[in-house]
């Protein structure tokens, strides 16, 4: 098959790199100028992929395009219908993940309660709100490519860290300046997601169950950044899958959506309270998905494209995911300067590691392994299990094989999910000890 990946930060490097392990011939396109050297000397690169469509299109059903980001969901709704298999989402996929109120209606259209939620387009005005009506707030800016280290989850029951916050903002608010952020209430449960691929028509019949740990430090303490680790399983996910992901269908078929889709909630006593969406492929959650993938992604795309089946082969038990990271992720700033370029040692054979380390930004240099990027995001170590804590010692071997200078990760990963969540979302009927079908 021929491949082509078309990115800000060659986020999906490790999918690709497989790919083209397995005999796949594939180019990428990355359109940061920093991330240019991610993955170099181990890939084909393209500068301008508009020029390897007729590459692409000489594959006839066995060319696909990969979009890695929800910023770019009129060019593949455009590529659709020019005759391309589009993978990665759409233009309605963008605004259900980058316009909070939106994908919050969506949910609601689909029968599911939703927690209050304001949007401000000014710092003074949300200042205003939090003095009239104190409490607890989740400040979250709109924009898919927004910096998460800029959203707060506020602790204080007046709301005084977030006033303290949103006034600090405003003075650092340069003249003529965008903003576009929402104010949500805060709510205490189990923080859990639900994800499948949708085919442009229906659901393949595996769903996901994930649980992420935002935060920098263990103890959920420090930056939030996204991701620093997450368990997964593809059981146990059908009552999510049923509530949540099933009733989008329509939506999203009639909004041309071809690709992975992930719904993050809180669960507690009075039900599901949906947050976000995440339309497009998990950072790092596609390579911890791939753990307990019983088929390479080649077979899942072309079973996407085609149409023919919605049978996705995975493994039972639980994939844990640990980031490693390196100074000054997950900022940029003085990058270059402390960590860039530095070696990555393997302790064992780098086959006998091969399918737990997913690396992101490296490159090849003279022979030797490299940090590279823009970031420090070096990559993702991964383990499976029968248990949530058989998963996460397994990753942990993973990211103790690596050696970098200042390697940093997490070393809880799991252990709220083992000693609390998975029980906990039991109970309140939302995990299925015995998996049902996805019906």
């Known amino acids: 098959m021929r491949f082509l990946g078309i990115g800000e930060y060659n986020d999906l490097a490790a999918m690709y790199h497989g790919l083209a392990s397995r005999g796949h011939e594939v180019k990428v396109f990355v359109q940061d100028p920093a991330c240019h050297d991610v993955f170099a000397g181990m890939l084909d690169f393209t500068h301008d992929w508009q020029a390897e469509l007729g590459w692409l299109r000489g594959a006839d059903a066995d060319g696909v395009v990969l979009f890695e980001s929800a910023t770019n969901g009129e060019v593949q709704d455009a590529l659709r219908r020019d005759g391309f298999a589009v993978i990665g989402g759409s233009a309605l996929g963008d605004r259900l993940e980058a316009d909070r109120q939106f994908g919050q209606e969506a949910l609601r259209t689909a029968g599911l309660k939703t927690a209050m939620s304001h949007r401000f387009t000014g710092y003074d005005a949300a200042h205003r709100f939090v003095q009239s009506h104190p409490g607890r707030y989740v400040l979250k800016f709109n924009g898919a490519d927004t910096l998460r280290t800029r959203n707060f989850i506020g602790a204080m029951d007046d709301g005084c860290d977030m006033l303290a916050l949103l006034a600090l903002y405003a003075s650092r608010c340069g003249p003529g300046e965008p903003v576009d952020f929402v104010l949500m209430q805060h709510l205490q449960g189990v923080e859990v997601g639900v994800g499948a691929y949708f085919n442009g028509n229906e659901f393949l019949d595996a769903a996901c169950i994930d649980f992420e740990h935002k935060h920098f ?8 950044t996204g991701e620093m680790g997450t368990i997964v399983s593809y059981r146990g996910s059908a009552p999510l899958f049923r509530k949540v992901l099933a009733p989008l269908a329509g939506l999203l078929r009639d909004g041309g959506y071809c690709g992975y889709i992930n719904v993050n909630l809180i669960a507690n006593s009075e039900g599901l309270w949906p947050l976000e969406f995440t339309s497009r492929f ?7 998905c791939e753990a307990l993938h019983a088929e390479p992604w080649e077979d899942i795309f072309r079973r996407m494209i085609s149409r023919d089946s919605l049978q996705m082969a995975t493994r039972p038990g ?6 490693l990271t390196v100074p000054p992720f997950p900022y940029r700033h003085g990058y270059e300067e402390i960590s860039k370029g530095m070696p990555i040692c393997l302790r064992d054979d780098p086959q006998a590691m091969q399918g737990t380390l ?7 240099a003279g022979g030797q392994l490299v940090t590279s990027g823009a970031s420090g995001y070096v990559g993702v170590a991964t383990g499976t299990g ?8 397994q990753a942990l ?3 103790h094989g690596v050696v970098v200078p200042n390697l940093r990760y997490r070393r809880d990963i799991g252990e709220r999910v083992a000693g609390h969540d998975l029980a906990m979302l039991g109970r309140l009927g939302w995990h299925d000890a015995a998996p049902a079908a996805l019906t």
Not at 282 to 288: E, V
Not at 358 to 364: G, L, N, T
């Open 386 to 393: 029968d248990s949530v804590e058989q998963a996460s010692a």
């Open 358 to 364: 997913h690396f992101a930004e490296v490159a090849m």
């Open 397 to 399: 071997r993973a990211a």
């Open 217 to 224: 430090f263990p103890g959920e303490l420090g930056e939030l």
């Open 318 to 323: 639980f994939a844990a995911g640990v980031v």
């Open 282 to 288: 998990g950072y790092p959650g596609f390579a911890i």
